[in-house]
């Protein structure tokens, strides 16, 4: 039989085939630049990451805490030379306070330039070392990521750059202006939106004064209150060291990830981390609001509170959400709306875990004059679902599928970086991928029923549609 070792070989000597371009390990570029490099080891990456799992490799992550108080998550993979590394910040939407949209706009203005270089310098700075450099904000975090070749003469630019756009964002007027016009075009699109529209008012009935209720994208009016000056004030008061998780996956070693991490706790600003959200109110009655509009399709979203991201609850919802409608065309919502009565072309259901409770939603698009009867089927369906809870096949069903799916999310070491952000923002044990499949394995139908039975309510639930009203509710 053939050994790890010589496995492991195997999929390095594929690797190699797939990127001749570094199989001399001499740190230089490839003829065609270090950026198709990266593109090219990407794809073999995405072919070695596969393999490992065929193998059945442990993904062991390393954490530990530096002096200045940054959390560093660290996994080697040593198959190809890549790093991924992200820093993830409490900076979401739901720091904005008076100001929706202020933390995505923060997050979209990082890589305009910083005090010492303009936007192009920064572009051409990752463009040089071939380099791939994007930053996004959510509800619960904002985050930078960064892909690069994980040679020195590579590597340390790329990782110099990231630190430099993370602490020193100049946050300039005119780049300001620039955002600002097209999130004015954004929210004339969403105001034109039935899905767009509902999920707004979702959020809003069910979070109320909770600070999830901020819409990432903003509002039309908080947009035009957002001024650079406040840009600056909520990066200082965010970003900060102690408020932050760094990821390192990739061919690098400890001494060498230790060495990063330091490096970033020194130059990321000192400031303290983000204060605990309050928990939201559950809803103690229904909810329903119609929003007209003129259009053919109504949107409709109904739903509640849902779970944290630490919740015990979390696997045996996992399940009965693949089953009810996480499933894809497997799902009861797409059997009984979709194929059975042609009501819709997609419907969906989801938990939504935050650091509070996030969302748990069922939504689709229907014509407007069969909206209030699809509706109703799908109350009708939930209770039921609740009540009676899913058969032992169905529960052993929706594990299998789920069991299936994590390994093919784990293909690409960014992905894994993905994942371990999460574990570090949300504080997740660190052999938490380790035992994700043996937790689902361990989910039993009963555990599933008392889940949906303590947390869910389908007697409670906002439900908004949008779109023109056939019938009175």
Known sequence: MMSRFQSCLQVLMLCLAAAPAWAGGEHTS?????????????????LAQAQSHRLGLDIRVQQWLTPEGLRVLYWPND????????????????????????????????????????????????????????????????????????????????????AEVAAHPAFEAAAWQRLQESLRIGQRQRQQSPSGRAGLQFFQQLYGSHPYANPPAGLTSSIERITPAGLKA??????????????????????????????????????????????????????????????????????????????????????ANEILGGGGFGSLLTRELREKRGLTYSVSSQFVPMRMPGPFQISFSTRADQAESALTLTRQLLADFVRAGPDAAAVNNAIAQLTQAFPRGLMRSDAIAGYLAVMGFYQLPPDYLSRYVEQLAAVTPAQVQSALQRRVHPDRLVIITAGQQRAKP
């Open 30 to 46: 490839s003829p065609d630049g270090p950026l198709t490099a990266l593109t090219r080891l990407s794809s073999a990456a995405s």
């Open 234 to 319: 909520f990066h200082a008061r965010y970003y900060t060291v102690r408020n932050a998780v760094l990821v390192l996956v990739g061919d690098i070693d400890r001494e060498t990830a230790e060495h990063i991490a330091s490096t970033f706790s020194q130059r990321l600003p000192a400031g303290d981390a983000a204060p605990a959200l309050p928990v939201p109110e559950p809803l103690k009655r229904a909810r329903r609001q119609h929003i007209e509009m003129p259009s053919q399709q109504t949107y409709v979203v109904l739903g509640e509170l849902g779970i944290s991201r630490q919740d015990p609850d979390y696997f045996p919802l996992m399940v």
């Open 79 to 162: 198959q190809v030379p890549l790093l991924d590394a992200r820093l993830i910040f409490d900076a979401g939407a739901a720091r904005d306070e008076a100001l929706p949209g202020l933390a995505s706009a923060v997050a979209s203005l990082m890589d305009e330039g910083t005090e010492q270089l303009t936007a192009q310098q920064v572009a051409e700075r990752f463009e040089q070392v071939g380099a791939e450099f994007s930053a996004a904000s959510y509800r619960d975090m904002a985050f930078l990521q960064l892909r690069t070749l994980s040679q020195p003469a590579y590597r340390d630019q790329a990782l110099d750059m990231l």
